[in-house]
Every structure is written in C-alpha cells, then in structure tokens.
C-alpha cells in the first residue's frame, strides 16, 4: 500500500466531496456518503496514514485517486 502522509480531516472531506460523498452528518465524527458507501471521518489533524487508508479503502477509490482530488 502506498504511503499517505497524515491528512487534516477538513482537507479529506474536501476530497471525498470532490469523489461525490457528502456530508450525512457531523458530530465527533463527520459521516459521508455516495448513496451506496457510508465513510466515517473522525475530526483528528492529522488523521494517521493507517485509518486515512483504511477510510479511502472504504469508499472504494485508490490511493492515488485520493491524492490527486486533495
């Protein structure tokens, strides 16, 4: 797996939302989804290498997909 540097959660959302998630809902966590993936970001800065890959795991996009939409 690729190394991802540690990603601010506000910077991932901006991402994910250019991927076509939006924000469900928000709280300690900020939950998104595309209709058919539920993704949940927790509000960390910045959030580890290993749970960012996980989450971008989650929403079924690569990694290298992810770095180019940041």
Request: aromatic fraction near 6%; avoid cysteine.
């Amino acid at each position: 797996m690729p190394k991802l540097p540690g990603v601010n959660h506000q910077r991932a959302v901006k991402a994910f939302e250019k991927a076509g998630f939006r924000i469900a809902r928000q709280g300690k966590h900020i939950t998104m989804t595309n209709g058919e993936r539920i993704i949940t970001i927790p509000r960390a800065n910045p959030i580890d290498d290993y749970t960012m890959s996980g989450i971008i795991r989650d929403a079924g996009i690569s990694i290298d997909k992810f770095k180019a939409l940041l």
